[in-house]
């Protein structure tokens, strides 16, 4: 049970890194379209 456990925390703690470094991207993403469409008003 404590090996399942390891796995699910371990399981858990990368899909939350994967999350945290998507969220981080669709941030750049954002600031990027943003600095896109100031230069197009420009």
Do not use: V, Y
Request: net charge positive; proline share 0%.
């Amino acid at each position: 049970m404590e090996e399942w456990l390891k796995a699910i925390g371990t399981l858990a703690g990368g899909i939350g890194a994967l999350i945290a470094s998507i969220a981080k991207l669709i941030e750049i993403i954002k600031k990027d379209d943003t600095k896109k469409t100031d230069k197009k008003s420009k």
